[in-house]
């Protein structure tokens, strides 16, 4: 496993269920809400600093996703993907990087066609049986629930960049 880390260079995240632990709530003004993990988030930012690319593919669409993406300054943003293949095709051949060089993490059926073309996959604990058993790692949190920061961490690991960014940083 830690073979296959060293060359990620882009990570791939799906939204509802990876991101978030998958609920959607609507307010009486139709307005739609979305928990986000704050750990999740630093991870994602800690693995930008290690030079990992990170995008989003999902397939609903939702100005909550674009405002935490612009916060998290995510670059390849993809909604109402419901061919995500498609949308991993395009992040490829705008990025130039090759399968091997690139992570995703999903949580439906819908991500396992990604998940069975890219260098290393993964899925939160809470993911449905078929998505865990196409990847290689599952993390030990669910969806929005850490489970995306546990993959920023082992990402980090992997690629020998944890003690820089995080125990000399933060005096671990």
């Known amino acids: 496993m830690m073979d296959k880390l060293q060359h990620i260079q882009l990570l791939i995240l799906d939204v509802d269920g ?3 632990d998958g609920r959607i709530i609507w ?3 139709g307005v739609e809400t979305k928990f986000f993990n704050v750990r999740d988030g630093h991870g994602i ?3 930008q600093r290690a030079g990992i690319q990170v995008g989003i593919i999902t397939g609903r669409t939702s100005p909550v996703v674009d405002l935490r993406a612009r916060e998290l300054e995510i670059e390849f943003v993809y909604q109402g993907s419901l061919r ?5 095709d395009d992040i490829r051949q705008r990025t130039g990087l090759a399968d091997h060089q690139i992570a995703y993490m999903g949580d439906d059926v819908i991500d396992v066609p990604v998940m069975r073309k890219v260098g290393f996959s993964a899925a939160p604990c809470d993911a449905l049986p078929e998505v865990r058993a196409v990847a290689d790692f599952v993390s ?5 629930m850490g489970a995306v920061r546990e993959l ?6 992997g690629r020998g960049a944890w003690d820089e960014l995080v125990a000399q940083r933060y005096e671990l």
Not at 84 to 88: A, C, Q, R, T, V
Not at 140 to 144: F, I, L, M, R, W
């Open 140 to 144: 030990a949190h669910g969806g929005g």
């Open 18 to 20: 990876v991101m978030t």
């Open 84 to 88: 995500k293949l498609d949308s991993y």
């Open 152 to 157: 920023c961490d082992l990402l980090l690991k």
């Open 45 to 47: 930012k800690l693995i």
């Open 27 to 29: 307010d009486a003004n």
